[in-house]
């Protein structure tokens, strides 16, 4: 089991930045990658970033280069640092943990997050 608490968010003008940050507990042992996704209203829940137990990320295209996913000081924490924002941007930030174990591989979400992003 794993829970997730996110933090962050609101609202802010275009162009603006935004950090958001998610602390896992739990059995983060079994974590293979921590990151966010999002959903605007009538689209469907999209990836925005990831990191993978080797550090290695993953950006959707629609945010790379302004968006950067990190850890925290604390191994169970990342953070996603939002810059040059725009009203597309707008939508619930979800936290998600993927984790793994025993073949088993198991999807944990936090309660989300709202970003808005006012032209």
């Known amino acids: 089991q794993v829970q997730l608490v996110e933090s962050g968010g609101g609202l802010v003008q275009s162009g603006g930045s935004l950090r958001l940050s998610c602390s896992a507990s739990?059995?983060?042992?079994?974590?293979?990658?921590m990151g966010w996704y999002r959903e605007a209203p009538g689209k469907r829940r999209e990836q925005v970033a990831i990191i993978i137990t080797d550090d290695s990320t993953n950006y959707g295209d629609s945010v790379r280069g302004r968006f950067t996913i990190s850890r925290g000081n604390a191994q169970n924490t990342v953070n996603l640092q939002m810059n040059s924002l725009k009203p597309e941007d707008t939508a619930v930030y979800y936290c998600?943990?993927?984790?793994?174990?025993?073949?088993?591989?198991?999807?944990?979400w936090g309660q989300g997050t709202q970003v808005t992003v006012s032209s």
């Open positions: 998600n943990a993927d984790y793994r174990t025993r073949g088993r591989i198991k999807d944990y």
């Open positions: 739990g059995d983060i042992d079994n974590i293979y990658s």
